[in-house]
């Protein structure tokens, strides 16, 4: 009986050692999915990172750059400004020609981009008018660019001037321009500093984008209201003696 009882005993040990074991190895997998969960949790959050923003327009106060527009800011014509447009481009045939109005001062551009600034004299002040070119195919469409420019400016109340904007359409030289005109207090312009533009109250723009034979060519005539008012009929006959380049 006492061998009988001692073999039992054996027996129940090794059963006992058996399911240890088994126990031991079943826990190996499960560990291996606990460990490769995290990992597959991990990449929804890279899939959902935000895109990046869009440039912003020059001093705009409100309004993303149309698509094919460079960025602009205050960086232009420095040491990290843009590139300019290829050497050679809106120039001869791919460039466009006006009449200066009398009166109008010349000035040497602030940027590569600018293809003429002038300082035009006025009773509220002076005001400017600047040409901007970005190169071939580059700038944006017409109105896209309308909106953005009316979008710099504010009304009475402070909601954004786009509503009041007025837009035309005429031909000359064989061009196609769009008219734009807004006003209000205007929150655009060029700083030479990241900080925003002086809100401008009483102030006018009236715009143009001529369709050049490589690309639209934007006429940008911004001032006191008076000022602007007073050199309207210049700016529209500058704009009536566009022409392709020779």
Same mark, same amino acid.
């Given at each position: 009986m006492r061998r009988i009882s001692v073999s039992i005993a054996g027996f129940v040990l090794l059963s006992l050692a058996a399911c240890d074991k088994g126990a031991v190895g079943s826990h190996q997998p499960a560990a291996q999915s606990q460990a /490769?969960?995290? =990992? *597959?949790?991990? =990449?929804?959050? *890279?899939?959902? #990172?935000p895109a990046p923003l869009s440039p912003r327009a020059e001093g705009s106060g409100g309004g993303d750059l149309p698509p094919g527009h460079p960025p602009i800011g205050a960086a232009q014509g420095g040491a990290q400004g843009i590139a300019p447009p290829p050497a050679g481009s809106g120039t001869g045939a791919s +460039?466009?020609?006006?009449?200066?109005? =009398? +009166?109008?001062? #010349? #000035?040497k551009p602030d940027s590569a981009m600018r293809r003429a600034q002038y300082r035009v004299p006025g009773p509220g002040g002076d005001g400017q008018c600047v040409v901007f070119y970005f190169g071939p195919g580059q700038g944006g469409d017409p109105m896209s660019n309308a909106q953005r420019w009316a979008g710099q400016f504010k009304l009475a109340d402070g909601k954004p001037a786009e509503s009041a904007m007025k837009t035309s359409t005429t031909s000359a030289g064989g061009l196609?321009?769009?008219?734009? #005109?807004?006003?209000g207090t205007y929150n655009g312009g060029m700083t030479m500093t990241a900080e925003p533009a002086t809100p401008k109250p009483g102030y006018m723009l009236l715009g143009a984008v001529a369709e050049g034979p490589d690309a639209n060519w934007f006429f940008k005539f911004t001032g006191p209201e008076s000022?602007?008012? /007073? *050199?309207? =009929? /210049?700016?529209d006959s500058l704009l009536a003696s566009l022409k392709p380049g020779a």
């Open positions: /490769a969960a995290p =990992a *597959q949790a991990a =990449a929804p959050a *890279q899939a959902a #990172e +460039g466009l020609t006006w009449s200066l109005p =009398a +009166g109008w001062v #010349e #000035e196609t321009i769009l008219h734009v #005109e807004v006003k000022t602007v008012m /007073a *050199q309207r =009929a /210049a700016f």
